[in-house]
T-cell receptor, first 113, second 115 residues
Framework: QKEVEQDPGPLSVPEGAIVSLNCTYS??????FMWYRQYSRKGPELLMY????GNKEDGRFTAQVDKSSKYISLFIRDSQPSDSATYLC?????????????FGTGTRLLVSP | DGGITQSPKYLFRKEGQNVTLSCEQN?????MYWYRQDPGQGLRLIYY???????QKGDIAEGYSVSREKKESFPLTVTSAQKNPTAFYLC??????????????FGPGTRLTVL
């Protein structure tokens, strides 16, 4: 079983829809949670960063962490064609001062006009 | 502008050749990382360095080598011992201490293809 599971998609939605992207994990030591957006043939770009459980909002994006269920989500409101990309979840726990990031495989999102 | 640069963007390697991928950052970050990205497998850690003149193996270090002679630079050499080197290679950096130490920023990547 992988430490982090993420549905690869693709997830296809019409413009303006609310998008929900999710990851589950098995390691209860994870305490830092991130979402990256990656356009085709580009490097990942950090979108959201949360520590421990709860919600964090930034414009059209909301990151949600439920540590009791080992489940994290990224919601995108009023989705736009420019949101079409692969979304990677990532999480980390400290090992003697070194941060090791564990990534999901990414979910490909397609937003049609 | 602060950021991470990687060169070249595309690289072609013949069987038996060593090639070196460049990574430079001007974010004044202490830690740097190399990842490999393959379809359906996510990002896998090759090597990381928390400080100049020190580096550690990641999960898939076999067939790769690195150096960290300057804070700004962390080049990766893909040797002929790496049996399946065709992939997208990503360099990242982060601060070493404090909460911000857990945020990694990525470069634009280098796509390596073996001919």
């Amino acid at each position: 079983q992988k430490e982090v599971e993420q549905d690869p998609g693709p997830l296809s939605v019409p413009e303006g829809a609310i998008v929900s992207l999710n990851c589950t994990y098995s390691n209860s030591a994870f305490q830092y949670f991130m979402w990256y957006r990656q356009y085709s043939r580009k490097g990942p770009e950090l979108l959201m960063y949360t520590y421990s459980s709860g919600n964090k909002e930034d414009g059209r994006f909301t990151a949600q962490v439920d540590k009791s269920s080992k489940y994290i989500s990224l919601f995108i409101r009023d989705s736009q064609p420019s949101d079409s990309a692969t979304y990677l979840c990532a999480m980390s726990a400290r090992y003697t001062g070194f941060q090791k990031l564990v990534f999901g495989t990414g979910t490909r999102l397609l937003v049609s006009p | 502008d602060g950021g991470i640069t990687q060169s070249p963007k595309y690289l072609f390697r013949k069987e038996g050749q060593n090639v070196t991928l460049s990574c430079e950052q001007n974010l004044n970050h202490d830690a740097m990382y190399w990842y490999r990205q393959d379809p359906g497998q996510g990002l896998r850690l090759i090597y990381y360095s928390q400080i100049v003149n020190d580096f550690q193996k990641g999960d898939i270090a076999e067939g790769y080598s690195v150096s960290r002679e300057k804070k700004e630079s962390f080049p990766l050499t893909v040797t002929s011992a790496q049996k399946n080197p065709t992939a997208f290679y990503l360099c990242a950096s982060s601060q070493r201490e404090g909460l911000a130490a857990d945020t990694q920023y990525f470069g634009p990547g280098t796509r390596l293809t073996v001919l």
